[in-house]
């Protein structure tokens, strides 16, 4: 019997199968063959189908196979071709930061709304790790001053490069430090978009492997009851909100009710609705400073 051709559509769909047996859906087993297989041959996915029938040279399909063994393993793609798609944008990842993901491009939706009828609005992204949120604002809002802070001198080379490679480094600062104790005396902002860590550790072994096993604990680990950073945020926000100001947060999916009762004690704050992500489920909870 003659060996297979190993056309670029031959390793899709044998990968994308093969994928598939591993236990990964099989819509998300055919992206991911794409999106290592065009990482190997530096093209976009749009190139691969132009070019189905060549076949690719030796040293690429072996730098292929490495890939997809270390994706079987359980490193997370956006990890192996070290980047990952958010917000018109594409935002180079490390293990140092979380990646980003497509429900988070809810809060920056609502941030961009609520700022659009801002002068020169000051912005903090707190917890930045990638600088997914406060590029993704600066990007879109081209007259909007942005903050990023994370506790992570890793996370923050991460953004940096991020807002390098976009053009907007200019137009950002970065602070390194836990929460709010990473600013300047007295710093206000009138917009504050934090996505903090939220999993609770009883529910660390319900995370997909990739995600446990691979992405920071440190941007993952919420307190005994995933609320720490919520009840910490309650209690400090507030201090560097000018009046009228918004507190976006992202959210578990369960913690909707949880997250608004922490606010609704804070009589600086109104608590506003809670936006919901592209499944359909509870992602942000909108606060404005009274």
Not at 25 to 40: D, W, Y
Not at 133 to 162: C, E, F, M, W, Y
Not at 163 to 168: D, E, F, R, T
Request: net charge neutral; glycine share 6%.
């Amino acid at each position: 019997m003659s060996e297979p051709v190993w056309t670029i559509r031959a390793l899709l769909a044998w990968t994308t199968d093969f994928l598939a047996k591993k236990g990964t859906p099989p819509a998300t087993a055919r992206l991911e063959s794409q999106l290592l297989l065009a990482h190997v041959l530096r093209c976009s996915k749009v190139d691969l189908l132009v070019r189905f029938e060549e076949v690719p040279a030796d040293p690429q399909r072996a730098a292929f196979r490495e890939l997809i063994k270390r994706r079987v393993d359980g490193l997370p793609v956006a990890y192996l071709v070290g980047s990952r798609e958010f917000y018109l944008l594409e935002f180079e990842v490390s293990p140092a930061v979380l990646v980003p993901r497509p429900e988070t491009e809810t809060l920056v939706a609502e941030a961009l709304k609520l700022l659009k009828p801002l002068a020169a609005p000051m912005v903090l992204d707190l917890c930045a790790g990638s600088g997914c949120i406060g590029i993704s604002v600066a990007h879109q809002k081209t007259d909007a001053r942005v903050t990023l802070a994370d506790v992570s001198p890793d996370a923050l080379d991460v953004a940096r490069k991020n807002a390098k490679k976009h053009g907007l480094e200019p137009r950002l600062q970065f602070r390194q430090g836990d929460l709010f104790a990473a600013l300047p005396g007295g710093s206000l902002f009138d917009a504050i978009l934090c996505n903090p860590p939220y999993i609770a550790p009883g529910e660390l072994a319900t995370l997909a492997p990739d995600v446990r096993e691979h992405e920071p604990r440190l941007a993952l680990d919420g307190g005994p009851d995933g609320l720490a950073f919520y009840r910490r945020l309650a209690t400090d926000a507030g201090k560097h909100l000018n009046p009228g100001g918004v507190l976006l947060l992202e959210i578990g999916s369960t913690q909707d009710n949880a997250v608004r009762s922490i606010f609704a004690e804070r009589p600086e704050f109104e608590v506003k609705k809670t936006l919901k992500d592209h499944a359909g489920l509870p992602r942000v909870v909108s606060l404005r400073k009274a």
